[in-house]
């Protein structure tokens, strides 16, 4: 943060905002593949398995925001529930081809200036 002191005020936000973003990312990931390894899991294990996840990989203790991450999931439609409840993934070539043309739909809108919601 102290080379973001010698620069504007814009530029820490913006530093911050990236870390936030990638922070996001990042939990979306995991969420993703704890369930593409392991199969189905209901919120209170998907989440376990997440917290454990970080614990065996970093050491470090968290309070994984699993709603977060499966809402995301759900909204990019990679991430669904079955008839009781629990999440699953779809594969990953599906995953990967959704995500796909997400990014490039949003490349597409920023270089013709179309705002993004």
Not at 88 to 110: D, H, M, P, Q, S
């Amino acid at each position: 943060m102290y080379d973001k002191q010698l620069d504007s005020g814009k530029g820490t936000l913006l530093h911050l905002c990236d870390d936030v973003i990638q922070q996001e990312v990042k939990e979306v990931i995991i969420a993703f593949y704890i369930l593409m390894e392991q199969g189905k899991a209901t919120s209170e294990d998907l989440d376990m398995r997440c917290e454990e996840l970080i614990k065996e990989q970093f050491d470090e203790s968290c309070n994984f925001d699993v709603e977060d991450a499966v809402q995301k999931l759900e909204k990019l439609k990679i991430v669904s529930r079955d008839s009781i409840g629990r999440y699953y993934g779809v594969g990953l070539k599906r995953a990967n081809e959704t995500i796909g043309v997400t990014t490039e739909e949003l490349v597409l809108k920023a270089k013709q200036g179309v705002a993004t919601p």
